[in-house]
């Protein structure tokens, strides 16, 4: 049960934080993007956030599906 | 030297592209195996159904016993039409990587699919459910206006579904032919996309009524196949074209605009904007995966373990398939072609529309790195536009077939039998099928209607998001009445209906409401709000309204968690 509520927890953080207010705390400004290790910091945030939601799913569906 | 034209309908405007490569006879070679293979699996899914002993649950659900590789890919190929090869990379093309945001709504898709599909898929099979309406009138409680609404949010959705995309078939056809001016049938002079539109549609109509949900998820699996190599390989040829990763991204990163790197601000001119994003990762992709068509796809599952593996496999390999694929190819293009503006439009340096620009990078590049192979691979990219839209137009076809003869039929001939009411089915398709190619031709004639269609077809999503709320208190609450269902899905659908393009054909072009429903819709989802009120009135009327009985709920929550 706890383990459920933490991914829930963990995918919920992810879906808000992801494409919500936090993507554009972190892009840089339209004169100075943010480019970490030579990508665009929003490209990097787009796959980092889809990599935590795929790992709840897979976590979930091995263990609590 | 032959041309090339390819006009698209991703995302409901026009697009003509002029590009100087030789494709020979390699398309025709491409699409008739295309075709060949479909009413292949048409013919031997029928074979298959002969053994069947249920006439109506083996052609709307395949007897229920569809297996994980096909549950995964007939449910990702329903998901997306011609919109995610053409139109997304367009939208990265001219906007940078903001759009790139909303994939993050394929997990939550995914998530649906177990959470939701499962439990849809176990009660299903216990209760012998077909269409949503069954399942939502059984608990409610059977009424013509809860079935006719249920229906109708329904048919909202995959109707112009239907035309839309048998239209794109139709232009997509046009473009892999554009040296053939007009077919002649039975001397009958017809235009190519109208010949397009014809042929296209007998196809899919052919192996949807001979093979009903069989075929119709066996050809998705192919063309599923196709598109999903497609989204690859594109991204592969673009980083190709920039030589290699670490050089697309340097070059992306020194050479585009700031803006294009960045998140636009709310309010903004550029339409994605956090909220909007946010917003449509939490509730369109609900809204996708509990229409008419999933829905189906969920009862016709095999078992548990199939829809967990489909989700497994929709979270994992449509994402990468965007984000390593066309994604990266809408960026790439932006580095590749320098855009022109027309009009204050962002348009390709040879002034065609931005949803070009996977079809400029295929044909640019694959020649060049796979020789002869790369005009095959070509071929079979441009048939797998068409194989998007007709995957997408052939699921909703056997669809609305489903709805009207199990919500419509049914209810007002009690006593027909299940093979009567599979050839009335089989009849909705073919009537539905040439009113749909219809209106294609008729497209100049009957504009209104076909700009009525369109419109509807842009809020198709937020109708489908207004079975969201009775979905979750049927599945999880059940504390909402018959009557607050009702309610509260009328509510939900006409606050969908005052939103663009929608409210400026039923409101004219002024006045507040329409005012501020536009400016909501360039701020949140347009499904959201419609859900906001829908679960404002459901609440309120089912406050005053009784809830099934007790025991009747109780019955209901032990079937959805039961072993089946």
């Excluded at chain 2, 012998?128 to 079935?147: E, N, Q």
């Excluded at chain 2, 340096?349 to 095959?376: A, C, N, R, W």
């Excluded at chain 2, 709000?529 to 309120?540: M, R």
Aim: glycine share 10%; aromatic share 10%; charged share 15%.
């Amino acid at each position: 049960m706890r383990r459920s509520w933490l991914l829930t927890v963990i995918f919920l953080i992810a879906l808000v934080l992801g494409p919500g207010p936090g993507a554009a705390m972190i892009d840089g400004t339209s004169e100075a993007p943010n480019i970490w290790f030579g990508i665009p910091a929003l490209y990097l945030w787009v796959v980092f956030w889809f990599l935590v939601m795929v790992t709840c799913i897979l976590a979930a569906a091995l263990t609590l599906w | 030297m032959e041309g090339l034209r390819l006009e698209s309908f991703g995302s409901g405007f026009l697009a003509t592209t002029e590009a100087p490569l030789s494709l020979g006879t390699w398309p025709y070679i491409v699409l008739a195996f295309y075709l060949v293979g479909l009413l292949s699996l048409g013919v031997i899914s029928l074979l298959r159904s002969r053994r069947a002993t249920n006439a109506e649950t083996d052609y709307y659900l395949a007897g229920r016993g569809q297996g994980v590789i096909v549950t995964s890919l007939t449910i990702m190929a329903t998901f997306f039409s011609s919109f995610a090869i053409l139109t997304f990379p367009g939208w990265i093309y001219e906007g940078g990587i903001a759009p790139m945001l909303y994939a993050l709504n394929l997990p939550v898709a995914a998530v649906a699919i177990y959470l939701l599909g499962n439990r849809i898929r176990r009660i299903g099979r216990k209760r012998g459910y077909i269409t949503p309406a069954d399942m939502v009138t059984d608990y409610y409680g059977d009424s013509p206006a809860l079935r006719i609404i249920i229906a109708l949010t329904g048919a909202l959705y995959v109707i112009p579904y239907v035309v839309i995309q048998i239209k794109g078939g139709g232009l997509l056809a046009d473009g892999l032919f554009q040296e053939i001016e007009h077919v002649s049938i039975f001397g009958w002079q017809i235009t190519m996309e109208d010949a397009g539109v014809a042929a296209l549609s007998l196809v899919t109509m052919i192996y949807v009524i001979i093979g009903g949900m069989r075929s119709v998820a066996w050809t998705d699996v192919m063309q599923g196949i196709i598109l999903l190599s497609a989204m690859v390989l594109s991204g592969v040829a673009v980083i190709y074209a920039l030589e290699g990763p670490s050089n697309f991204f340097a070059r992306v990163s020194s050479e585009l605009d700031g803006s294009l790197l960045t998140v636009p601000d709310p309010g903004d001119t550029n339409p994605h904007n956090v909220w909007k994003i946010l917003t449509f990762c939490a509730f369109a992709s609900l809204a996708s995966i509990i229409q008419p068509a999933q829905w189906m796809r969920f009862y016709a599952a095999r078992d548990s373990k199939t829809l967990r593996r489909a989700a497994i496999a929709f979270s994992t390999i449509l994402p990468v398939c965007f984000i390593f694929g066309v994604f990266l190819v809408g960026l790439g293009g932006r580095v590749l072609y320098q855009p022109e503006m027309i009009d204050g439009v962002v348009h390709l340096p040879d002034g065609s529309k931005t949803d070009q620009v996977l079809i400029h990078v295929i044909q640019d590049y694959f020649p060049e790195m796979f020789g002869t192979i790369g005009l095959v691979l070509v071929s079979l990219i441009l048939v797998a536009v068409m194989a998007a839209s007709m995957s997408t137009a052939d699921s909703n076809l056997h669809a609305v077939s489903a709805i009207v003869t199990r919500d419509l039929y049914h209810p007002y001939r009690k006593k027909s039998s299940e093979r009567e009411r599979t050839w009335i089915g089989r009849l909705v398709i073919i009537m539905a099928t040439i009113a749909a190619a219809t209106i294609t031709f008729a497209g100049k004639d009957l504009r209104g209607l076909l700009d009525t269609i369109t419109a509807f077809f842009f809020l198709a999503m937020a109708f489908s998001a207004q079975l969201v709320p009775i979905t979750f208190d049927m599945i999880f609450l059940r504390r909402g009445s018959r009557r607050g269902a009702i309610a509260g899905l009328a509510a939900g659908l006409l606050t969908v209906c005052l939103f663009p393009p929608l409210g400026q054909l039923l409101l004219g072009g002024e006045g507040w409401v329409l005012k501020g429903t536009t400016t909501l819709k360039g701020l949140l989802d347009v499904g959201l709000c419609g859900i906001i009120v829908n679960v404002a009135v459901f609440i309120l009327v089912s406050f005053f309204s009784p809830r099934p009985e007790k025991s009747h709920r109780e019955a209901f929550a032990r079937d959805l968690k039961e072993v089946s």
